[in-house]
């Protein structure tokens, strides 16, 4: 059995032009929601879109994933820093684990302070349950100015 750890990267179908290039630097140097991985070996086993609102790429996605290895799935940071916010990514998170049995993390790449900064402004994250989604991705100000 391998040490290294496998995961599939599911982004919010606004961006599904996204080169990833955010959530791979992060993912190549442990920061924001990566962070978790430190001194771990990681792979990439897959990277797609929800599938657009209300997500139905989320039923069948994970499934190949889980195929290809993985053992972890990443929810996207464009989930949580969009505008609006998906009000279902906690949704996305609880089907996945209950359905494929896999680990499933809110978020990849540090909040870029642009979007910190607006969502204080308008209070997105106001909330316990929003405080506690944006936990993995929030970093201090120095790292999300990097992801601007």
Same mark, same amino acid.
Request: aromatic share 10%; hydrophobic share 35%.
């Given at each position: 059995?391998?040490? &290294?750890?496998?995961?599939?990267?599911?982004?919010c179908d606004?961006?599904?032009?996204?080169?990833?290039?955010?959530? /791979?630097?992060?993912?190549?140097n442990?920061?924001?929601?990566?962070?978790?991985?430190e001194? #771990?070996?990681? #792979? /990439?086993?897959?990277?797609?879109?929800?599938?657009?609102? *209300?997500?139905?790429?989320? &039923?069948?996605? *994970?499934?190949?994933? #889980? #195929?290809?290895?993985?053992?972890?799935?990443?929810?996207? +940071?464009? /989930?949580?820093?969009?505008?609006?916010?998906?009000?279902?990514?906690?949704?996305?998170?609880?089907?996945?684990?209950?359905?494929?049995? /896999?680990?499933?993390?809110?978020?990849?790449?540090?909040?870029?302070?642009?979007?910190?900064?607006?969502?204080?402004?308008?209070?997105?994250?106001?909330? *316990?349950?929003? +405080?506690?989604?944006?936990?993995?991705?929030?970093?201090?100000?120095?790292?999300?100015?990097?992801?601007?």
């Amino acid at each position: 059995m391998s040490d &290294e750890i496998r995961i599939g990267i599911i982004i919010c179908d606004r961006y599904r032009a996204c080169a990833g290039g955010k959530c /791979l630097r992060a993912l190549n140097n442990r920061e924001g929601a990566f962070s978790i991985y430190e001194g #771990k070996a990681v #792979k /990439l086993v897959g990277y797609t879109a929800c599938g657009g609102c *209300p997500g139905g790429n989320i &039923e069948y996605a *994970p499934e190949e994933m #889980k #195929k290809n290895g993985a053992d972890v799935i990443h929810l996207a +940071t464009g /989930l949580v820093v969009g505008y609006p916010p998906c009000p279902r990514v906690t949704h996305f998170r609880d089907f996945i684990r209950a359905k494929y049995g /896999l680990d499933v993390v809110i978020g990849t790449h540090p909040i870029p302070q642009n979007y910190y900064e607006t969502h204080t402004a308008l209070g997105t994250w106001n909330s *316990p349950r929003w +405080t506690e989604i944006i936990q993995p991705t929030l970093a201090d100000e120095e790292t999300r100015l990097r992801y601007d």
